[in-house]
């Protein structure tokens, strides 16, 4: 049961532009969520969260949108740089597990010059 | 401050041959434990999950196994690998009240079984 869900597998975008990235989720008690960013032969990095009593939170060029009305939530990097391509993976912790996190399937971004 | 460490980077080893992965963790007690693997061009699979020595819970059925013989030592075994065990290996650790914090991953390890 994917809870978590990245619908684009891939986002090309020019450098300098904006990339906005989507995810979705399907079980409403989800309550915070996180963006990890992921190059190859490394690991996930964490980028950013934010937590469902907020609808923005922000950090330099990286925003994510919380629409929970839609179970919707988004990334923006503004402006897009050529080190920001990689893989951005939507987490969000399963409520009253033993930790579990679920992830989306990931979005590849491509900045091009 | 909390260090992970995930080895080897890379593993070329044939089919049939045994694995063992290894992943440590230090500047933390009690941490809970996980691998995950990333099939190419695939997203992030949970393979196996521990919250303390001794305990293992498997995700999938498959042909690994992992141990924790320590706090802070989380293993990944097989006895004889398939030729779909390829794909990159990654070792997480998290507080056990993981909400809010989520997992810091190790650097990986790529397997290839030829």
């Known amino acids: 049961d994917q809870q978590v869900k990245q619908n684009s597998p891939s986002l090309s975008v020019q450098e300098g532009r904006i990339s906005i990235l989507n995810c979705d989720y399907t079980n409403s008690m989800f309550d915070y969520f996180l963006w990890y960013k992921k190059y190859p032969a490394e690991g996930p990095t964490f980028l950013i969260s934010i937590s469902s009593i907020k609808d923005k939170n922000e950090d330099g060029r990286f925003t994510v949108f919380l629409n929970k009305s839609a179970k919707h939530l988004s990334l923006h990097i503004v402006p897009s740089q050529p080190g920001d391509s990689a893989v951005y993976f939507c987490a969000a912790p399963v409520p009253d597990s033993w930790g579990k996190l679920q992830f989306g399937a990931g979005t590849q971004v491509v900045v091009t010059p | 401050s909390q260090t992970i460490h995930q080895w080897p980077a890379t593993l070329v080893q044939p089919v049939g041959s045994p694995l063992s992965l290894e992943c440590t963790v230090e500047g933390t007690s009690n941490p809970n434990l996980y691998w995950y693997r990333q099939a190419a061009g695939r997203g992030l699979q949970l393979l196996f999950y521990s919250v303390g020595i001794g305990q293992i819970s498997s995700e999938v059925p498959q042909n690994l196994s992992a141990s924790r013989p320590q706090d802070r030592q989380f293993i990944l075994s097989s006895k004889k690998l398939l030729l779909s065990d390829s794909g990159f290996y990654l070792c997480?650790?998290?507080?056990?009240?993981?909400?809010?914090?989520?997992?810091?991953f190790g650097s990986g390890t790529r397997l290839t079984v030829v």
């Open positions: 997480a650790w998290s507080k056990r009240r993981v909400l809010n914090y989520g997992y810091t």
